[in-house]
C-alpha cells in the first residue's frame, strides 16, 4: 500500500522524467543530500545527443537578470504545505464551485498542480506596477512560515510586505524574479485554448512583455498589448499626463480563442439584407424569397418561401405585424442574401427601417474584432473600481481597484464562447475578477467558476478599513464578493435564481503531517506509529480530506458527503471520486463496506490499522473486492 507525500509536485522530478522519455540513455543516478538514491541528467552526454544545437559561450539571444536562476529552481522546487478549509468563512460552502485562497500565491500555485493541471481557462492577473511605493511578495523560501511572516513585514505593526524602493540596488530584478517564478508555475494550469491576461502599467511594462515571450514562446503564443484609457483626467507628471494602463493578452497562436466584440449601434455599418446586382432575382434562388416578421419596429421571425405563383407587395400588414419581403424600390422581386434555412442564425445581426412604404430590412455587422485600444468611459477606475469597492463594502478602502467593466471585458473576450470556464487571478486584491464572472454569468446564463487567492496582507492600524473592522485585504475582497453577489442576485431575482454567488474559502498553512512523516527513512513504520501520530493534533478530517484531494489532482469544488459506519467517519468525494476514513483501528467490516462502493480511490491514516499485517489485509480486501481502486496511507 502506497503512502502519500504530502507534498507539492516536484516540477524538477517531472520535467527529468520528461527528458529521460526522449533520451533514455542520458539519465544516470546519484544520491542527494541524505544519502538516498535519485535520478539525475547527465548533461555531458545530453550535450553530445544535441551537438548541433548546444550553445558554447555567451553569444546568445537571451532577456536575463540577478536572481533569474535563482528563480528557476525556486519555481521547480515541492513544498510541505496545504489548504486547510474554512467553513466559517465561506459562503454557500456545500453547494458554491468558486474558490477563494488566502496565502502567498507562489506556494498556492505549486499546490495546485495537480488538481487544475490544464484545466484553466482564462488567468487574469494584477500584480503590483513596481512604481517604487509598492510592496513585494518575498521570494526567498527558505525559511519557515513564521520567520517568513515576520520578515516580509504583512504581520508587522506596519503590516506591509517587503519594500522594493528605487534606490534598492535590484530593484528591477527583485520584481522580475517575483513575477517570473509564478508565471512558469501557472502556466501549467492553463488549458491548451486557455488566456493568459496581465494588467501593467509603464514602469514594467517592456521588461514584463520579454519575460512573457520566454514563458510563452513566441512561437505558440500570440502577445498582444491592449491600451486601456483608466483614468481619462490623468494622472501628472513633469511632461506627460498619463491617463492609460496596458492588459497583455497571451494566447495560443493556432487557435481562434478571442471571442468578437459587440459593436455600439452608432458604429455598425449597415447595408440592405435584400441581394442588388447580378444573380439577385428571386427566380436566382428561390428558397431566398421569403417574409421578414416586424412588430413594433422589430423583427420578431422568418415566415416560410413563398410559392412561385404568390406576389406580394414590399410590406404586407397582417393583423399587428408587418411581412417583408426582399423587393426593391422598382417592384422587382428579388432575394434575401441569406436562405430561409439560415436566416435565423444571424437574427442579431438585422434591423427593421422604416421606410414611406413600410419597412426594410437592413444587415449589420454587431461583432468584431477586439481592438488594442479600449478607452469606453466604463473603463474609468475611479468610478467603476474604486466606487464600486466604497459602494459595496463601506470603510473598505482599496487602493486602486481595477474598473470592474475593464476586467468583465477580458472576461468576456476569454470565455464567451465557454460558459463552464475555470477563471484563475491569483493577485485577486479586492476580488473584480470574482464580481466580474458572477456578473457576466448572470447575464449569459452561464457556469464559470473562479479560484481567487490573495495574501492576507494585513490593514494598517490607522487605516479606514482597519476601523472598519477588516484585519486584512481578504476580509475586504471575501466581504466584496459576497455583497457582489447579493446585489446582483436583489437586481436579478428573476434570471438568478440558480446564480453560484458563494465561496469555498481556504487557508495556506503548513503540512497536515508532523516533521516525524519526513523523517521516516531513520525509523521503521512500526516504531514510529508506536511513537508519535504523524497528523498534527489540530488538523481535523477535512484538512485531511483536502490535503489528499490535492496530491491526489481533484478539485477543490466538488461536492462530498460524510457518514458514520459502525462508529467511524467515512467521507466520499464526489461520488466515489475518493473515500476517506481516518479513524484510529477501522474493524475488517468498515473496511470491506468501503471496498464494495468500489471507489475511484481511497485513503485512510497508518493508525487506522492496529499492524502491519492488518495493513496487509486491507490490500488484499480491496484487491478482491475493488481491484480498480487505488489505496493509499498518510
Known amino acids: 500500500m502506497d503512502k502519500m507525500r504530502m507534498e507539492s509536485v516536484d516540477m524538477t522530478a517531472q520535467n ?64 510541505r504545505k496545504t489548504l486547510r478549509p474554512c467553513k466559517e468563512k465561506s459562503v454557500d460552502w456545500d453547494n458554491t464551485q468558486n ?44 525559511i519557515d512560515t513564521d520567520d517568513y511572516l515576520d520578515s516580509s513585514g504583512y504581520t508587522s505593526e506596519e503590516g506591509k510586505l517587503v519594500a522594493n524602493p528605487r534606490t534598492y540596488g535590484r530593484f528591477h530584478s527583485a520584481w522580475l524574479s517575483m513575477i517570473y517564478q509564478r508565471l512558469l508555475v501557472a502556466r501549467n494550469l492553463l488549458a491548451r485554448d486557455g488566456v493568459l491576461v496581465v494588467a501593467i502599467d509603464e514602469n514594467e511594462q517592456s521588461a514584463l512583455e520579454l519575460v512573457l515571450r520566454e514563458v510563452f514562446c513566441e512561437d505558440s503564443y500570440d502577445h498582444v498589448c491592449v491600451t486601456v484609457v483608466h483614468n ?11 491617463t492609460h494602463e496596458y492588459a497583455i ?67 404586407e400588414r397582417v393583423g399587428d405585424e408587418f411581412y417583408v419581403y426582399p423587393i426593391d424600390r422598382n417592384g422587382i422581386e428579388r432575394k434575401w442574401r441569406y436562405a430561409r434555412q439560415t436566416v435565423d442564425s444571424i437574427k442579431n445581426m438585422l434591423r427593421a427601417k422604416k421606410i414611406s412604404t413600410g419597412y426594410d430590412i437592413e ?49 468576456v473576450a476569454a470565455t464567451a464562447n465557454d460558459k463552464d470556464a475555470i477563471v484563475l487571478d491569483f493577485f485577486s486584491g479586492s476580488g473584480t475578477t470574482a464580481h466580474a464572472v458572477m456578473q457576466l454569468n448572470s447575464e449569459d446564463d452561464g457556469n464559470r467558476k473562479f479560484i481567487m487567492v490573495q495574501l492576507p496582507e494585513e490593514c494598517e492600524e490607522k487605516s479606514e478599513a482597519y476601523k472598519s473592522g477588516f484585519k486584512n485585504i481578504c476580509e475586504i475582497g471575501e466581504a466584496r464578493i459576497k455583497r457582489a453577489g447579493e446585489k446582483i442576485k436583489e437586481e436579478n431575482p428573476l434570471t438568478t435564481d440558480t446564480l453560484d454567488t458563494g465561496f469555498r474559502v481556504f487557508k495556506l498553512d503548513e503540512t497536515n503531517m508532523t516533521d516525524v512523516y519526513y523523517a521516516a527513512g531513520d525509523y ?24 489528499c484531494l490535492l496530491e491526489w489532482g481533484l478539485p477543490l469544488s466538488l461536492p462530498y458527503t460524510s457518514e458514520t459506519i459502525e462508529g467511524c467517519t467515512v467521507h466520499t468525494y464526489n461520488d466515489g471520486d475518493l ?8 474493524p475488517d467490516s468498515v473496511i470491506k463496506t468501503i471496498a464494495k462502493k468500489q471507489p475511484l480511490r481511497a485513503v485512510f491514516r497508518d493508525s487506522s490499522f492496529a499492524n502491519s499485517p492488518s495493513k496487509i489485509n486491507v490490500g488484499e480486501v480491496f484487491k478482491l473486492l475493488a481491484p480498480d481502486t487505488r489505496v493509499k496511507v498518510i
Not at 440592405?272 to 419596429?297: H, M, Q
Open 363 to 411: 444587415l449589420g455587422k454587431t461583432f468584431g474584432l477586439q481592438k488594442t485600444v479600449w478607452t469606453d468611459k466604463r473603463y474609468d477606475a475611479n468610478v467603476y473600481g474604486t466606487k464600486i469597492v466604497a459602494d459595496l463594502v463601506p470603510g473598505g478602502g482599496f487602493s486602486f481597484p481595477k474598473s470592474l467593466w475593464t476586467v468583465y471585458d477580458a472576461v
Open 579 to 586: 473515500i476517506a476514513c481516518f479513524d484510529d483501528n477501522i
Open 99 to 142: 474558490i477563494y485562497i488566502e496565502g502567498d500565491n507562489f506556494e498556492v500555485l505549486k499546490l495546485l498542480q495537480e488538481s487544475y493541471l490544464g484545466a484553466v481557462k482564462l488567468i487574469y492577473i494584477d500584480p503590483p506596477y513596481n512604481t517604487g511605493r509598492n510592496l513585494l511578495y518575498r521570494n526567498d523560501f527558505h
Open 524 to 547: 521503521t513504520q512500526d516504531l514510529l506509529s508506536m511513537l508519535e501520530s504523524n497528523v498534527k493534533a489540530d488538523r481535523t478530517d477535512l484538512d485531511l480530506l483536502f490535503g
Open 232 to 242: 481619462p483626467r490623468g494622472v501628472q507628471g513633469k511632461n506627460f499626463s498619463y
Open 249 to 315: 493578452f497571451v494566447f495560443p497562436r493556432d487557435l481562434k480563442v478571442i471571442a468578437d466584440r459587440k459593436i455600439d449601434e452608432e458604429d455598425v455599418d449597415w447595408s440592405p439584407l435584400r441581394n442588388w446586382g447580378s444573380e439577385s432575382e428571386r427566380t436566382d434562388a428561390k428558397n431566398c424569397f421569403y417574409p421578414v416578421i416586424v412588430k413594433d419596429g422589430k423583427i420578431v421571425g422568418f415566415g416560410d418561401v413563398s410559392p412561385d405563383d404568390y406576389h406580394p407587395q414590399q410590406t
Open 16 to 79: 527529468i522524467e520528461k527528458i529521460g522519455a526522449l533520451f533514455p540513455n542520458c539519465i544516470t543516478e546519484t544520491v542527494d543530500e541524505n544519502g538516498k538514491a535519485k535520478k539525475a541528467i547527465n548533461f555531458e552526454l545530453l550535450k553530445q545527443m544535441l551537438s548541433g544545437d548546444v550553445i558554447e559561450g555567451n553569444e546568445a539571444y537571451e532577456f536575463t537578470w540577478v536572481g533569474k536562476k535563482a528563480a528557476i529552481v525556486e519555481a521547480n522546487k515541492p513544498i
